[in-house]
């Protein structure tokens, strides 16, 4: 079991930037590193179910990311081993993706499921919240 615990969330207007971070702790007395991991992100707005957002494979399933359609081609997932710790990066923001950012470990090895299920993931950090206004 990984504890997980997001950062970086704010206020930003929109068509504005922003990068959210996830850091993990649990690794090292296993021995393990991040990229043995699936790891999602997730989101949840008031009034609405947790959605996917975006999720980044295991290295030994090739570490392909994906993206839920509303945040194709604006949001980026990456990894950084050293640092133990997941990004995403949240270009062209709109009001519609103000909500808690939340990250999880995938409760399975290997690749990410294409519509990211919450049910699939564990491990859950307390989030952080992204608010999009003028």
């Known amino acids: 079991q990984l504890q997980l615990v997001e950062s970086g969330g704010g206020l930003v207007q929109p068509g504005g930037s922003l990068t959210i971070s996830c850091v993990a702790s649990?690794?090292?007395?296993?021995?393990?590193?991040?990229?043995?991991?699936?790891i999602g992100w997730f989101r949840q707005a008031p009034g609405k179910e947790r959605e996917g957002v975006s999720c980044i494979g295991t290295i030994q399933s090739g570490g392909r990311s994906i993206y839920v359609d509303s945040v194709k081609g604006r949001f980026t997932i990456s990894r950084d081993n050293a640092k133990n710790t997941v990004y995403l990066q949240m270009n062209s923001l709109k009001p519609e993706d103000t909500a808690v950012y939340y990250c999880?470990?995938?409760?399975?090895?290997?690749?990410?499921?294409?519509?990211?299920?919450?049910?699939?993931?564990?491990?859950w950090g307390q989030g952080t919240q992204v608010t999009v206004s003028s």
């Open positions: 649990g690794l090292d007395w296993r021995g393990l590193t991040l990229d043995r991991y699936a």
């Open positions: 999880a470990t995938q409760a399975y090895d290997g690749g990410c499921s294409t519509n990211i299920p919450p049910g699939d993931f564990e491990d």
